[in-house]
T-cell receptor, first 117, second 113 residues
Framework: DTAVSQTPKYLVTQMGNDKSIKCEQN?????MYWYKQDSKKFLKIMFS???????INETVPNRFSPKSPDKAHLNLHINSLELGDSAVYFC????????????????FGEGSRLTVL | QKEVEQNSGPLSVPEGAIASLNCTYS??????FFWYRQYSGKSPELIMS????GDKEDGRFTAQLNKASQYVSLLIRDSQPSDSATYLC?????????????FGRGTQLTVWP
């Protein structure tokens, strides 16, 4: 059973299109994230949700809109795709500590490679 | 900007050698540090975490933290070809909640037989 699963794994699309990536985790974690990894392997946080609430919203164009229907799911919708959006998008989750906060251990999905032509 | 810098590599060592991976961070308030390993085409996975000054050992891996110098390192003893991967250093700042990690750009390690 995959712990954090993302679909699709590959996306090839034209500039200007809209696309979505879905993520589900079956680990029972409260916190979920979207990270973006560029071609030089730089991994940067985009969004974080805790139990369906948006907690972290980094400086990301508002063409990117996350949605968390429940704490096990976090989706990412991207409008008007641009060439610079080409990257691997990782969904991740982490458990909460008893006193709040996280351990820092992120459980990543396999990634969704987005190519914008 | 909370930056994490890693020695750019790539690093190439023979099987059985010690691989040394280094990382510096700019935010003096950072409290927790992590090493993630990422195989080519795969997702990152946590291999070590360290919170206090000094060394922390786990099997062939040793993480070292020096907060005064704002320096974190990862030593891999008896390196194996299966250790060939990109190693990502990450920090979490004081007061940072809910898993906001700042990652370095990674060091690519190749262990040749």
């Amino acid at each position: 059973d995959t712990a954090v699963s993302q679909t699709p794994k590959y996306l090839v699309t034209q500039m200007g299109n809209d696309k979505s990536i879905k993520c589900e985790q079956n680990l029972g974690h409260d916190t979920m994230y979207w990270y973006k990894q560029d071609s030089k392997k730089f991994l940067k946080i985009m969004f974080s949700y805790n139990n369906k609430e948006l907690i972290i919203n980094e400086t990301v164009p508002n063409r990117f809109s996350p949605k968390s229907p429940d704490k096990a799911h976090l989706n990412l919708h991207i409008n008007s795709l641009e060439l610079g959006d080409s990257a691997v998008y990782f969904c991740a989750s982490s458990p909460l500590l008893a006193g709040g906060g996280n351990t820092g251990e992120l459980f990543f999905g396999e990634g969704s490679r987005l190519t914008v032509l | 900007q909370k930056e994490v810098e890693q020695n750019s590599g790539p690093l190439s060592v023979p099987e059985g050698a010690i691989a040394s991976l280094n990382c510096t961070y700019s935010d003096r308030g950072s409290q927790s540090f992590f090493w993630y390993r990422q195989y080519s085409g795969k997702s990152p996975e946590l291999i070590m975490s360290i919170y206090s000054n000094g060394d922390k050992e786990d099997g062939r891996f040793t993480a070292q933290l020096n907060k005064a110098s704002q320096y974190v390192s990862l030593l891999i003893r008896d390196s194996q070809p299966s250790d060939s991967a990109t190693y990502l250093c990450a920090s979490r700042g004081r007061g940072s909640t809910l898993g906001r990690l700042y990652f370095g750009r990674g060091t690519q390690l190749t262990v040749w037989p």
